[in-house]
């Protein structure tokens, strides 16, 4: 590198970046020591002053510089060009447009790219990840967790077939990513090797062999250096069905008629269990059929296995009590009052959504001791169309009729909560799953379905239409009641 000149930056450039004049040689820490290269990509391979790129030891180490530049970057780039360029040629100052130019067509390309699209994860975020992948969450529960997008979350987890890497280790005695922190910045003060092997307890030719491995006493540093040790390290090997294409095609038949991996294993075993070629685990053949990027497999008969899965899950993967779609203060059946469970009283009613084609609904709400059946159109199942709705209906119904409302787990009554305010009906909630505790108001909507039939589109009928369908039924004797009607049970209430 030529030796530093005294002579200053011209204004222009200094007024450019936002900064005062620098003087060639003043690049600010931690640029000290980087060498610099031409890029015949920017300004069409035209080498003028400024089109220089830093490069470090290797290319991941330019996401560093990009976190360095990344409030100033146009700053780096004047840097750069007011230090590197030749001091034997005579300077002509750039134009405005030509840095912009520079700065658009090199940095923005091979520096800044990094922080374009979703971010990255850390090792560290990477590992929190499968720890909870492992533990059985969901992904929209680790999305929540780490403060990615699910797809991210996705991602990851679809690059190994959603099962858990093991862990990366480094072999005792390798250099430290402290040991090696100190070797750069004892490069940068400017100290012996034999030096910085004495104060770390190494042998000289091990840090000769680590920098010069790196680039050399000018461009080593420690980030570079570690991810490379790191890249160096790995021991890719072939899985079983790579190194034995007999066995993967009669694996991949197997798969194409719809076979379990166990049921492959076994019938290997029965017709050949002499033959140690086709010696393999159900485990071996369920991490090359979701561990897609092997292309051991055709991805596509990953769907030909009965949970047709895109990703393996293991046993302990459960969303049992995780918060998925759960309504906020629910109050369980358990709480409701023993009168709505004798149906010693009337006004206890039971409610659900009576689903149509093209995505249309009804809502039905029954009296547990009358049997009285009112019907409400809905335009949407969303909560905000639902509770209002629900609010209007109450208000027009027969006071004897508004004491408590049962509902399932639909979330289309997640503001429940506005109901009890408006109307003062206290609702509870089944368990999921559990339509047998709603028994009344399944019960209904099958004389309710003689009327309304399945595949038909609800959105048609008016709520005039609703109330003369209710009416029918209303009027129609139960033998529940003693051959009374609905309506008559709740002219006989008090």
Same mark, same amino acid.
């Given at each position: 590198?030529?030796?530093?000149? +005294?002579?200053?930056?011209?204004?222009?450039?200094?007024?450019?970046?936002?900064?005062?004049?620098?003087?060639?040689?003043?690049?600010?820490?931690?640029?000290?020591? *980087?060498?610099?290269?031409?890029?015949?990509?920017?300004?069409?391979?035209?080498?003028?002053?400024?089109?220089?790129?830093?490069?470090?030891?290797?290319?991941? +180490?330019?996401?560093?510089?990009?976190?360095?530049?990344?409030?100033?970057?146009?700053?780096? *780039?004047?840097?750069?060009?007011?230090?590197?360029?030749?001091? !034997?040629?005579?300077?002509?100052?750039?134009?405005?447009?030509?840095?912009?130019?520079?700065?658009?067509?090199?940095? &923005?390309?091979?520096?800044?790219?990094?922080? &374009?699209?979703?971010?990255?994860?850390?090792?560290?975020?990477? /590992?929190?990840?499968?720890?909870?992948? =492992?533990?059985?969450?969901?992904?929209?529960?680790?999305?929540?967790?780490?403060?990615?997008?699910?797809?991210?979350?996705?991602?990851?987890?679809?690059?190994?077939?959603?099962?858990?890497?093991?862990?990366?280790?480094?072999?005792?005695?390798? &250099?430290?990513?402290?040991?090696? !922190?100190?070797?750069?910045?004892?490069?940068?003060?400017?100290?012996?090797? =034999?030096?910085?092997?004495? &104060?770390?307890?190494? /042998?000289?030719?091990?840090?000769?062999?680590?920098?010069?491995?790196?680039?050399?006493?000018?461009?080593?540093?420690?980030?570079?250096?570690?991810?490379?040790?790191?890249?160096?390290?790995?021991?890719?090997?072939?899985?079983?069905?790579?190194? =034995?294409?007999?066995?993967?095609?009669?694996?991949?038949?197997?798969?194409?008629? !719809?076979?379990?991996?166990?049921?492959?294993?076994?019938?290997?075993?029965?017709?050949?269990?002499?033959?140690?070629?086709?010696?393999?685990?159900?485990?071996?053949?369920?991490?090359?059929?979701?561990?897609?990027?092997?292309?051991?497999?055709?991805?596509?008969?990953?769907?030909?296995?009965?949970?047709? =899965?895109?990703?393996?899950?293991?046993?302990?993967?459960?969303?049992?009590?995780?918060?998925? +779609?759960?309504?906020?203060?629910?109050?369980?059946?358990?709480?409701?009052?023993?009168?709505?469970?004798?149906?010693?009283?009337?006004?206890?009613?039971?409610?659900?959504?009576?689903?149509?084609?093209?995505? +249309?609904?009804?809502?039905?709400?029954?009296?547990?001791?009358? %049997?009285?059946?009112?019907?409400?159109?809905?335009?949407?199942?969303?909560?905000?169309?639902?509770?209002?709705?629900?609010?209007?209906?109450?208000?027009?119904?027969?006071?004897?009729?508004?004491?408590? *409302?049962?509902?399932?787990?639909?979330?289309?009554?997640?503001?429940?909560?506005?109901?009890?305010?408006?109307?003062?009906?206290?609702?509870?909630?089944?368990?999921?799953?559990?339509?047998?505790?709603?028994?009344?108001?399944?019960?209904?909507?099958?004389?309710?379905?003689?009327?309304?039939?399945?595949?038909?589109?609800?959105?048609?009928?008016?709520?005039?239409?609703?109330? /003369?369908?209710?009416?029918?039924?209303?009027?129609?004797? %139960?033998?529940?009641?003693?051959?009374?009607?609905? /309506?008559?049970?709740?002219?006989?209430?008090?």
């Amino acid at each position: 590198m030529p030796a530093a000149s +005294s002579s200053p930056v011209p204004a222009g450039l200094g007024q450019l970046a936002g900064s005062p004049p620098i003087r060639r040689g003043e690049l600010p820490s931690p640029l000290g020591r *980087l060498r610099c290269l031409p890029d015949p990509r920017c300004c069409r391979g035209r080498r003028h002053p400024l089109v220089y790129v830093l490069a470090l030891a290797g290319a991941k +180490s330019l996401t560093a510089i990009a976190e360095w530049a990344a409030d100033a970057p146009d700053r780096l *780039l004047l840097h750069c060009g007011a230090m590197l360029r030749d001091p !034997e040629r005579p300077y002509r100052a750039p134009s405005e447009a030509t840095v912009r130019r520079v700065l658009q067509q090199c940095w &923005l390309r091979a520096v800044c790219v990094a922080r &374009l699209g979703r971010p990255g994860m850390s090792d560290e975020m990477k /590992a929190d990840l499968w720890r909870r992948w =492992r533990a059985g969450e969901s992904i929209s529960v680790i999305s929540r967790q780490i403060g990615k997008p699910p797809g991210s979350v996705f991602t990851v987890l679809k690059h190994h077939g959603g099962i858990a890497p093991e862990s990366r280790k480094t072999r005792s005695g390798s &250099l430290t990513m402290d040991e090696r !922190e100190e070797i750069s910045r004892r490069l940068c003060a400017g100290e012996s090797y =034999r030096t910085i092997a004495g &104060l770390l307890g190494r /042998a000289v030719p091990t840090i000769s062999r680590e920098v010069n491995n790196n680039g050399g006493r000018d461009v080593y540093r420690a980030i570079a250096a570690q991810e490379r040790a790191l890249d160096r390290a790995r021991r890719p090997k072939q899985c079983l069905l790579a190194r =034995r294409p007999a066995l993967r095609q009669t694996v991949v038949r197997l798969l194409e008629e !719809e076979w379990s991996p166990g049921q492959i294993v076994g019938h290997l075993r029965r017709h050949h269990g002499d033959d140690p070629v086709t010696r393999i685990s159900h485990e071996t053949i369920c991490r090359s059929v979701y561990t897609t990027r092997w292309k051991v497999i055709p991805r596509e008969l990953c769907k030909r296995l009965r949970t047709g =899965r895109p990703i393996r899950k293991n046993e302990h993967h459960t969303v049992k009590g995780q918060w998925r +779609s759960q309504i906020t203060d629910a109050r369980p059946i358990e709480e409701r009052p023993r009168a709505a469970e004798d149906r010693s009283e009337s006004g206890h009613l039971e409610g659900d959504l009576l689903i149509g084609s093209n995505n +249309s609904q009804v809502a039905t709400l029954v009296d547990r001791k009358s %049997r009285f059946l009112t019907v409400v159109k809905l335009a949407s199942r969303h909560t905000t169309v639902v509770v209002p709705a629900l609010v209007e209906t109450y208000e027009r119904m027969d006071p004897r009729l508004r004491s408590t *409302l049962t509902w399932d787990r639909g979330m289309e009554l997640a503001a429940h909560k506005r109901l009890t305010a408006d109307i003062g009906v206290d609702v509870f909630f089944a368990a999921p799953r559990s339509p047998w505790q709603r028994g009344t108001n399944e019960n209904t909507n099958k004389p309710l379905r003689q009327y309304l039939p399945k595949g038909t589109n609800l959105s048609t009928f008016s709520q005039d239409d609703l109330d /003369a369908i209710a009416t029918k039924l209303n009027n129609r004797p %139960r033998k529940c009641l003693g051959f009374r009607t609905p /309506a008559e049970s709740v002219a006989l209430t008090g």
